[in-house]
């Protein structure tokens, strides 16, 4: 291996293709000898600074003259300069040589992620280093590769960029069709995506019922929670999918639930896990150690992911206590967020609420987010959650976008769609329950028919804030 390395710097010092290719991806602590660690910092310093290769009278002049090393590195790095420039003239083919560099990272990142791994196990979470984080070592270890892609060229790869504009993207249909219309198909991966509501009107129940269609369409769903019990998640998606209210559930025999859960089961092919954290507890940080480790136990890859709710998660890079505003804190919570969805490939959902004034509108804007309006600058799709007393005596609840990344946030802006809190489900309300609605997508602009069976303004009245 000794040789190799060796090999190595000496091509970073008179190989400057194959410097450019392999620099960024080499690190000092993959060499095993404290002199060949010394030497590549002062090829990778040299490089960053001159933009240039080192040559043998300037590193020989950096290394006698560095106040950093002692003697006896300043000997060792100097004796090793002029080895490697004593067969300086032997090349090596370059295919070969980079391959051998690609595997020689590999396996040190490999090496170096297990002996960290055993240092946080025997230092018992010192150096603030919890058993959580071993999982991302190793992930990140196995993932070193040299990536040679340096950006999009847009005259030479047309070709490529018109298979993108017609690549099929994975996305998690809704079984609600407006959703689907509005997001173009679904909720693509690496998503983070938002619903805001005032308390009560319904965020959990919609993520409840998104998470049980899912698990309906054979999808693997990862529902977190941090307000509720698993077990009331459970309930509520056991109302959901087996068509029963919430009093019922509690009244029911266990025969009775047996025998409706045995005919459910057949026909669901997706697996749904509810995992519970204290509230403000968790991070992302928690997260990912959840998610590796239900891979690693039960060979669990979550289709998509649910975090009930956004507001009440620990960050993972701000402390508790730490003295920052709630603007910088959320936001920081939702780079977190969207960067696990980012990792995982999968999207994410979860929730926030409204402000206290916007808890009393019925037409909320982006300015309404509680807390941080660094959220909606980072989330890809969010959209309001809003419930009257008119909409509660039609079992409707009305849907605008605030944000939207997958499509015009203008074409269907507001709408409404069934409910049904008892047994926490929604449902694709009737066409003409749009009509009214500005910014609805109807052609129909008439009002709907009110509660008395004709098209008087009533409605609109009710509809208090809302432009209609």
């Not at 194959?18 to 095993?32: G, Q, W």
């Not at 391959?99 to 960290?116: G, L």
């Not at 791994?117 to 990140?140: F, M, Q, R």
């Amino acid at each position: 291996m000794k040789q190799l390395e060796n090999v190595i710097l000496k091509n970073l010092i008179f190989n400057e293709d194959y410097t450019r290719k392999v620099l960024p991806f080499i690190r000092e602590e993959y060499f095993s000898e404290n002199n060949q660690r010394k030497f590549f910092r002062e090829i990778k310093t040299y490089v960053e600074e001159y933009k240039n290769l080192p040559t043998y009278e300037s590193l020989l002049i950096d290394f006698t003259e560095s106040k950093k090393l002692t003697q006896l590195e300043v000997n060792g790095c100097v004796d090793l300069l002029r080895e490697l420039n004593s067969d300086r003239n032997e090349k090596s083919e370059m295919d070969w040589l980079i391959d051998q560099t690609e595997k020689f990272c590999q396996d040190k990142a490999i090496y170096n992620a297990i002996m960290s791994s055993v240092s946080i196990l025997d230092k018992n979470g010192e150096d603030n280093k919890s058993k959580g984080e071993i999982p991302k070592l190793l992930s990140d270890a196995l993932g070193v590769s040299f990536d040679n892609h340096i950006g999009h060229d847009y005259v030479n790869d047309f070709d490529a960029r018109y298979d993108f504009y017609h690549k099929q993207e994975t996305k998690i249909p809704f079984d609600l069709d407006l959703f689907n219309k509005i997001t173009k198909g679904g909720l693509p991966i690496k998503t983070l995506n938002i619903a805001l509501a005032g308390t009560g009107v319904g965020k959990s129940l919609f993520m409840c019922h998104v998470a049980a269609s899912c698990l309906s369409q054979g999808k693997n769903v990862l529902y977190i929670t941090l307000e509720m019990a698993e077990e009331k998640i459970a309930e509520r998606i056991d109302a959901n999918l087996l068509n029963v209210s919430m009093d019922e559930l509690k009244t029911m025999t266990k025969d009775d639930y047996e025998r409706k859960f045995n005919h459910l089961k057949t026909k669901l092919n997706g697996k749904l896990i509810i995992k519970e954290y204290p509230t403000a507890a968790a991070s992302s940080l928690h997260f990912r150690a959840l998610l590796n480790e239900l891979h690693l136990k039960k060979s669990f890859k979550p289709d998509i992911v649910f975090i009930d709710y956004l507001n009440i998660c620990a960050s993972s890079r701000i402390k508790p206590g730490a003295n920052v505003n709630s603007y910088a804190y959320i936001k920081a919570i939702a780079e977190e967020l969207r960067g696990l969805a980012v990792e995982f490939a999968v999207p994410i959902v979860s929730a926030t609420q409204t402000t206290r004034s916007g808890f009393t509108n019925t037409d909320p804007g982006l300015e309404d987010t509680s807390e941080s309006f660094g959220l909606p600058a980072t989330a890809d799709f969010m959209f309001a959650l809003i419930s009257t007393e008119e909409l509660e005596q039609l079992n409707q609840i009305m849907v605008k976008q605030l944000k939207n990344r997958y499509g015009d946030p203008n074409s269907f802006k507001r709408f409404v769609i069934g409910i049904d809190r008892s047994k926490m489900k929604l449902y694709d309300a009737e066409p003409d329950a749009q009509n009214g609605i500005a910014d609805s997508g109807q052609t129909d602009d008439s009002p709907p028919l009110n509660t008395f069976g004709n098209r008087e303004s009533k409605f609109n009245k009710n509809f208090g804030g809302l432009k209609v």
